[in-house]
């Protein structure tokens, strides 16, 4: 089958398209369960990017096929998956879903209702179920306020589409026109500029209280400027760190103001209480299927420009989500975002 391998370590520009042998067995995280997809569309996000250069802690020895998630048509299930050959699905698979069929993960995995499209199902789990854990971490309550880091991206537009749909109110942190247009298309309430004193813009949007919660893929210098910008009993979700480094907290800053930072990872949460994914993916099931969360897709490339979808995570380029189809067609629902390439 053809599959978007990366073959060294260098980054985006060390994969191409290649022949490879069908994929046996299960998935290594799938605990013996095997669930073979045939893929029509691949998810690319930023821990692709690292897996490329040797730094995620769950990356793959070269040579091996990229791809964290994939929407696509179930061919062989586990009996207790609740899945059948034939159900549309969109499943995480950490590496893997850029070819023609991949073995995923059962216990992330959703049935996809008939309004989404292969691109857009690409674009739901590894993003939503990351924004959903982020805010059940944080405890969010209705009518609280969440800060947003990254918010044109894919993480960014899903945390604000829940955000709106749990009861919250989103302030959106940007850089520009373009990301901003995006940021609201997803419901933020408000947008505030990355480059111009953010932190005091958002405490001024919350009566100089400060936000109840922030949500940050971004990390970096950032960091210190997101607990100055909470309210006093305050969280911050640590997310990831698409800034590039990886930021240091003063614990005093805690301490004085009641302030919390929480981790997300859902992986080893989920392992620990495995009840959470079975919640999770019901929440996101229902949410896909009433219209509360709709994938924002930005880029839609075919399979031979993997490596120019992995190129656009690491330029930052990125607007919702980058998606790589291995077949044509995309499906009922068609792209969220104009400029769409097929």
Known sequence: MRAFVIEELTGPDGGAVAEVPEPAG????????????EVHAAGVSFPDLLQTRGAYQHGRRPPYVSGGEVAGTVLEAPEDSGLVPG?????LTLWGAMAERALAMPQFAVK???????AEGAALYLNYATAWFALHRVRLAEGESVLVHGASGGVGTATL???RALGGRSIAVVSGDEKEKVAREAGADEVVRSTAGWAARARELTGGRGVDVVVDPVGGDRFTDSLRSL?????LAVVGFAGGSIPTVKVNRLLLRDLSVVGVALAAYAERHPSLAVTLNAELERMAADGSIKPLVGRCLPLERGGEALGLIER?????????????????????LPGTEH
Do not use: C, F, M, Y
């Open 161 to 163: 589409q829940l955000v």
């Open 231 to 235: 309210d006093v009993g305050g969280r």
């Open 112 to 118: 996809l209702p008939p309004s989404l499209s292969w």
């Open 26 to 37: 299960a998935h290594p995280w799938a605990n013996g369960r095997r669930l073979l997809i």
């Open 87 to 91: 159900d549309r699905v969109a499943a």
């Open 316 to 336: 930052r380029a990125a607007l919702g989500k980058v998606v790589v189809e291995t077949r044509s067609g995309g499906g009922p629902g068609g792209p969220a």
